[in-house]
Nanobody, 119 residues
Framework: QVLLVESGGGLVQAGGSLRLSCAAS????????MGWYRQAPGKQREPVAT???????NYADSVKGRFTISRDNAKNTLYLQMNNLKAEDTAVYYC?????????????WGQGTLVTVSS
């Protein structure tokens, strides 16, 4: 069973920062690349950032230079440091393995953590 527990969301003013955490079960975390995803109201889920087991990272263009993904392999925990937040970053944020978008409906997700950025 996949266990994904996201935390750290909240309400923040534009320009502010938040750090999200994701506690993942070892079965999904230990040997896999991981990613953060988000789903804004009325929009489809989209990838935000990914990180390989050896910490090679990749970011969506919309968050490059503002967000940093990292992982602690000893703790099976994924992080997303979000700086200079914008109103358009408002969404529910999820973590998971690296999932192709056509498979989003076929995998289990955690409850997510809501990030609300006020302008």
């Amino acid at each position: 069973q996949v266990l994904l527990v996201e935390s750290g969301g909240g309400l923040v003013q534009a320009g502010g920062s938040l750090r999200l955490s994701c506690a993942a079960s070892g079965s999904i975390f230990s040997s896999n690349a991981m990613g953060w995803y988000r789903q804004a109201p009325g929009k489809q889920r989209e990838p935000v950032a990914t990180i390989t087991k050896s910490s090679i990272t990749n970011y969506a263009d919309s968050v490059k230079g503002r967000f940093t993904i990292s992982r602690d392999n000893a703790k099976n925990t994924l992080y997303l440091q979000m700086n200079n937040l914008k109103a358009e970053d408002t969404a529910v944020y999820y973590c998971n393995g690296v999932i192709p978008n056509f498979s989003y409906d076929r995998v289990e997700w955690g409850q997510g953590t809501l990030v609300t950025v006020s302008s």
